[in-house]
């Protein structure tokens, strides 16, 4: 959900009294990106809680006490996350000064560069989307304990950013960068070969390469590697269009779903590079010029 329909179901569910058991919703349009199923919803959609229709109340009725829980308070309220917004400076700083901790923070900024010097993609697990182990003739998955894994590609973009107080290096997997450029990495490139052998000899794809130049807002989501002195790179866990006015700095964020991180390779592999050096002129000749990428 996005928007005044968020919006319209933050209101909704803090103003109702307490946690809705059975939640129905209309008009949404299924989606499949990157093998996991979204449910986006749409002009059309429209929300109800418990017995505000006659199957949620048909439902409803079936629950143990009509949903009540034993000793739970009928007025407990489960909060939506409410997400700060940070300029690039702040994201910078926080890092140094603050306590180790897992946070999420909204960062506007424009995609200045791609850094190709690890590649776009990575070869994973066609099921977890684990980075898989090159053996002789096979891969092997040890998320999934197979020792003869399907190999995918998989995205893994690292992103030079910059606003008018600083620069960072954010990182993006699969979901979000499938979603974004609207094309999977497995099409935008092929493995040829297997195991120890297995090459991805691709120019960075269009697709990428047309993200250099513009503005979004980033939900980054930060844990304790951040705070460590090894920290390169920001993890990022949605990616969003900038609205102009919708983020001004100060304000609060009200944030859907984020990707729940299932199709990062390793930690290792999000801790890898430096942070990048100041952004070059956006109308350098050679940003967006086709590079080889170098898979792992």
Known sequence: MFDSLALAFHTK???????????IATGVNPKIVGGRLFLNATSSTHLYFDSE?????KLFDTLPGHGAVPGESTSKVVHAQKIEPMTLSELNQ?????????????????VTGIQQDEGWCYIGCSGCSKKLVREISSFTCLSCNETNAVAALRYRVALSVSDNTDTASF???????????????????????????????TELPQSLADIVGKTYTFQLKLNDFNFSSKH???TISRIFPERAGDLPHGTI????????GADKP???DASTGKRPPPAK???????????????E
């Open 232 to 234: 390169q790179t920001f």
């Open 266 to 268: 390793t930690t290792s």
């Open 281 to 295: 002129d956006q109308d350098d000749d050679d940003k967006t010029a086709p590079k080889k990428a170098h898979v």
């Open 94 to 110: 926080f890092i140094i000064t603050a306590e180790s901790q897992i946070i999420e923070f909204l960062c506007t900024a424009k």
């Open 53 to 57: 229709t006659a199957a949620g109340k």
């Open 171 to 201: 990182l993006a997997f699969d979901t979000e960068m499938a979603k974004l450029t609207n094309l999977q990495a497995s099409e935008a490139a092929q493995i040829v070969g297997i195991g120890v052998d297995a090459q991805v000899d």
């Open 253 to 260: 964020g009200n944030v859907g779903i984020t990707s729940t």
């Open 13 to 23: 569910f803090d103003s109702y009294g307490r946690e809705p058991k059975v939640i």
